[in-house]
Nanobody, 115 residues
Framework: QVQLVESGGGLVQAGESLTLSCAASGNIFTINVMGWYRQAPGKQRELVATAAFGGRTNYADSVKGRFTISRDNAKNAVALQMNSLRPEDTGVYYC?????????WGHGTQVTVSS
């Protein structure tokens, strides 16, 4: 079993920055993908960014150039640096870990961007 704990959400104004962190613990294998997804009220959960163990990253078009995902493999942790935040970035942000076909989710952290 794997546990994911997110932190770093909050309320900010448009144009400001936030950093989200996620720490994984439990039965974690070396080869995995960690990432961030978000869900706005009334909308489906969507990909924000992912980072594979080997370093490959993937971003949603809406966050490219503003968000940066990074991993600390030694600590089984992933972070999301979010700059130039917009009201449409508001939502609950979830950390996800996928390994050998199994997927684990954190409980989520709220990000609210006011205009």
């Amino acid at each position: 079993q794997v546990q994911l704990v997110e932190s770093g959400g909050g309320l900010v104004q448009a144009g400001e920055s936030l950093t989200l962190s996620c720490a994984a613990s439990g039965n974690i294998f070396t080869i995995n993908v960690m990432g961030w997804y978000r869900q706005a009220p009334g909308k489906q959960r969507e990909l924000v960014a992912t980072a594979a163990f080997g370093g490959r990253t993937n971003y949603a078009d809406s966050v490219k150039g503003r968000f940066t995902i990074s991993r600390d493999n030694a600590k089984n942790a992933v972070a999301l640096q979010m700059n130039s935040l917009r009201p449409e970035d508001t939502g609950v942000y979830y950390c996800k870990l996928t390994q050998i076909g199994d997927t684990y989710w954190g409980h989520g952290t709220q990000v609210t961007v006011s205009s």
